[in-house]
């Protein structure tokens, strides 16, 4: 009995306890979070009809507060990461499909998708770094009347050419021998002409406007709105070429006086002399070309081109070129090298490591080229009759950064075709090569797979232009625009503009002296091209090869006045696409099955996106 008294003791206390720890609730840090399932998801479906609609920032806040209600939420993390890359931010969109393959290691979608991020985050920050775009040159000769829009009976009439430049759609030829200058502005089909003595180079300023040099060192300015020229002064040397570095600021080379001298425009005080090193001959300076804050210099005398940083006077480098004549840059950062035979020289730059990647002919049968101008991604080169030009564009070689994006889904329920109608929009910086080629459309829904079309859309495309500042005041038409001091100031007001307009963006102005990070411009060019939004660049100072890579992949570029002549987007950039269902097929749960993947190819440019796609909350 004495044995058993304690056992029986020992198991009512251990009964007592159990029964006290059964009524005790547990403490609060212990205890994990109910879910409010109908009140998740109903925000998750808010989430997903503002994605559809483009409302990028309130379907991630959406998103969040679903997530904050049930944190078992795991479809959470793959509408986010599609939510993030429209909105640029490639890293944290990668991240969170991560997160969500840890818990469905099975789906199907989602490893293609966080490939496609990490392939097009590499792309990106190496374009936007200014290394050398993989690509090929076609070249072809064209006929002078298509090229500049003049009538059958019509001729350029140049009796001895000069230097030619361009700004949008718009051409800017200085006949010197015809004592003229031919100019047609961005958006405007005529060319016209006005009268110059001698004139040498055309210097468009990004608007309906442009600067005159002639021969004897006179400079002439054709403002907005009107037709004749206005004598601003006269700079000190014989002109043989020059370009615009600046808003405020003029490069002028003199082969006569074999130097290169800077200005101030319109005033035209003289600003200073940049210097080159000594060769085995005399400085021969017969042509100049500038590529944001770099400057491409042809020495004649002693067969190279000298590529010269404007914000480090010790930063340059060269390339052989014998007999250099003429230069141009493409908007893609190669520089394009008109030689004294006629042939031209295509050299692919690497601005981050300061050098030529290679050099190639990429044009040798030009007799009498004389001056070279580019056309957004194409460069011409035109003899000096006028008579004779020959067009140059790059066809990309292997991954080509391009975007495709899907928004405003729809069901067309005709009799026995039932299909998914969508619009979108396409954006890169192969302008030319993709407006020659026929988009080819294929789709995955439901694991099946499924064909497509894409029909570009006829109608011109409308939208707002954003100017954004920064801290001194840039006068524009359309008001003193939005403050931004910096990319980080720039992406949160962009952000809101954005939301406020419904997505209604089309083109954004920024000053080359806003501050960017290497990531907020990473951000705001992928933002941009994921919404083909195109970047122009008003050079208050000049612009940072890494914005100036911006402005080009989507189909922007430098201007020298804030408001500028943006011009039409290209036929192929936006349009609808219609994926035709199975008489059988039905919608399921989200994500794997439902999500719609879409594959755009243009030529060898491929483009993909996807989507979620329930027909009942269509």
Known sequence: MGIQRPATTWISALLTLLLILACTPPASADTLPSADREGAERLFAAAYSQFLARDYAQALENLDRALSLNTYFVDYYLMRGLVLRRMGRIDEAARSIRYYLEVRPRDSAAPRILERFWTEDLHLKEFIAGEAVQSRISSSKKDVKKVFSLGTLNTLGIKGLGKTSSFGDGVFIADTFGNRVLFRFPGEEALQSTEADAPVAAIPTGSKGLY??????????VREGERAPIELGRIPVMPSDGALVSAGLMVVSSAASRNLTLYSTPGLEYKGEIAFPEGERLFEPVAVAVYG??????????????????RDENLRFSIDAPSPRDLAWSSLGDLFILQEQGGVLRARISFSRRMAADVETVLSESEQAWSLFSLKDRVYSIDISGTHIWEMFPVPLGDAIASLSISNPSISREPDRESFLMDACVSGPFITYMGMNRAVTSSVWNNRLLGGDYSARTQPDQGFTLFFKPPQTIRTNTGEGIPAASGKDLLIALSQQWHSRRGDVANVVVAASTVFSQAD????ASFCLQNRIRIFVFADEPPSVELIRGSALTGGEVTFVPNGVWGPFPEYSSGKIRVVLPTDESSSGFPSRSTLSVYLDIGTVSMRDWIPMWPDLL
Do not use: H, K
């Open 212 to 221: 005159i040099l002639t021969e004897q060192g006179t400079v002439l300015e």
């Open 293 to 310: 804050a770099w400057l491409a210099v042809a020495d004649r005398g002693n067969d190279r081109v000298f590529i010269q940083s404007l």
């Open 521 to 524: 411009i990473i951000q705001f």
